[in-house]
Each structure stands twice: as C-alpha cells, then as structure tokens.
C-alpha cells in the first residue's frame, strides 16, 4: 500500500517538524531528514506505532503496543490497552490491507499491566471477530502463562455464553492461545521474521526482555522497559529503526524508582551514539509536561544523531 503510506509519513513529518522545531534547528541531523531518509524506499517492512503511552491515562497516548508489518504480515510486540481498536484505526489510515483479527502473534517485553491490559481484549475481540478462531500465539517472560489462564478463567462465562445454544459462536471453538514462556535468544522464526530476545534489566522484575527484530529488509530493534545497560546497543549496531523507552524523568529530579527501572536522557544519548541507528524512535512517552520536554532537550545536547517522538499511529518504513 505504497500510496497511503507515504501520505502518513508526510502527515507525520509535519507533526513532528512543528512542536520539535527548536530541536530541529539544533540538530546537526533533523527530524525532517531522518523522516525522508526513512521514507525514501517504501520496502517490505512497516512499523506502526500503535500506542506510545505509560500507564498515565494520557487520552493521546494508548497502551505500549507496536506492530512489525512484513507485507501483510503483523507481529505485534506488547498489549497495551486498546490495542485492538489502536490497530483498526491504523488499518483505516491504510496500514495495511489485513483485518482487525489479524493480530496472530504477539511479544511480550514484560509483565506490567500498562504493557499487558489489551490482553484481554486480544484474545477476546479477535475471537469474537474472527469466525475461523484462529488461534493466537504469545512469547514473554515466566507468569506468561499463568496470566494467560488466569484471562481464560475470568471470561469463562463470556466463552460459555457465545458457544453455548443461542450464542453467536453456537457450537464454535473456544479462544486457543499458545504461550511460549521464553529465555534470551531467537524464540520466533518464519519466511518473513527471525525475532531474538534479550535480557534487559527493569528494576526488580526477574525478566523483562527487549526484541530484536529481522525482516527481509530492516532490522528493528525495541527496547521494552528498561535500565541503561549494554545489550540494547549490542542488539542494534547500526540497526535501522531503535524503538527505545523515553519517558525521561530529567537527571536532577530522578526519584529512586526511575532510575532502577528506566533509562534517563543522558544514558539514552550515550546507548544511541554507540548503537547508531538509522533512526531512533521515543516511546513510552509520558504526558506532556516540562520534564518531558528537558529530557529532549538533553537527549539533543548529548546526542548527534536523528531522534522522533512517536506518537500513536505514526508509520516508520
Ligand atoms: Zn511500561
Ligand atoms: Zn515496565
């Protein structure tokens, strides 16, 4: 769908340039080169930024959820709330061709709730959708699966209901979702997508993972939640899109919390200089605010090369 994605990218690029202009000048490479460099070569791989938000209930910003588009293929990484919804919008902008139930494979980084509340909905919507009930596939850390029992548990009398004589699944199947729990390494390999994980450090979770992702053209790489630390630099070396977790809490006023589960401006300057990515990418961005825009500020200062904020919906290929 060449067309209607390069009007998104355009649509995108004038977002950006305007509240990021001060920015922009500042910068040895701009937002507006790293957008034409991005969208020069439409290629086969798109990645659509369905929610770019925390868990503040920041009506601009849904749930973490980022889709990796191969052709019509989607992998999606992380379930934020109102992923479903987030990805039909996406589809209407022309995305992609596929439907709202094609969400079949889904990664998770961690099992925070703002990265796992559109579980449900996943599982449920898609099922209800879907007359084929195709079934879902979900990789993530250890508690994966007992979360994901636990969902099945407490829809059971939806399930029962919607099969049941009368319902509109009468006599269908009932949501199938196959859990890999997984360990560093590659966990997911097809014709179109070979996904590795690793290990990120994310405060006192005893797992959180970033993703690695290599489609026929492009290599991605998203950080999840995480501390600075060496591995997600390791991972990109030169990748072509970073997707890394932004929502700065400026250095002075860093509370203990911050800096044992996330990664500051600063930390974020030196891990971009060193991994050299195409683009770097901010998401989990938290409402706007000052502290916010001083993370930007000091992200430019430290950093020379081509940042944007995502927002939700944007389109990077
Ligand atoms: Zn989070
Ligand atoms: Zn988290």
Redesign the pocket.
């Known amino acids: 769908m060449p067309v209607p994605n390069r009007r998104l990218a355009a649509a995108s690029l004038t977002r950006l340039a305007a509240p990021y202009a001060l920015l922009l000048l500042a910068a040895p490479l701009g937002h507006g080169d790293a957008h034409a460099q991005a969208s020069a070569s439409p290629g086969r791989t798109r990645v659509v930024v369905l929610g770019s938000g925390t868990p503040a209930a920041d009506p601009e910003r849904f749930g973490p959820a980022v889709v990796v588009l191969v052709d019509s293929s989607a992998y999606l990484f992380d379930i934020g709330v109102g992923v479903v919804r987030r990805w039909a919008a996406a589809l209407e902008r022309g995305a992609s061709a596929s439907d709202a139930t094609a969400l079949r494979v889904a990664f998770v980084t ?1 099992l ?1 709730s ?2 796992t509340l559109g579980y449900p909905e996943l599982i449920f919507t898609s099922w209800t959708l879907d007359p084929a009930g195709r079934p879902l596939a979900v990789y993530g850390p250890r508690g994966l699966a007992g979360m994901t029992a636990n969902i099945l548990q407490a829809y059971k009398e939806d399930v029962a209901i919607r099969i049941g004589p009368g319902g509109e699944k009468a006599g269908g199947t009932r949501p199938v979702v196959e859990v890999h729990e997984i360990e560093p390494g590659v966990v997911h390999s097809d014709s179109l997508v070979r996904v590795t994980a690793f290990a990120v450090r ?1 405060g006192t979770w005893p797992q959180a993972f970033g993703y690695r992702i290599r489609t026929p053209d492009k290599v991605i790489v998203l950080s999840g ?1 995480a501390t600075a630390g060496p591995e997600v630099a390791r991972q990109c070396r030169g990748c072509d899109l970073l997707l890394h977790e932004g929502g700065f809490v400026g250095d002075a006023g860093a509370r203990a919390y911050f800096r044992e ?1 996330h990664t500051t401006a600063e930390e974020l300057a030196r891990i971009a200089t060193e991994a050299k990515p195409g683009l770097l990418v901010l998401y989990h961005q938290r409402p706007a605010g000052k502290s916010v825009d001083a993370g930007y500020r000091a992200l430019r200062a430290h950093y020379q090369g081509p940042f944007v904020v995502a927002r939700d919906l944007d389109v990077f290929y």
């Open positions: 961690h925070h703002d990265h994310h939640d589960f």
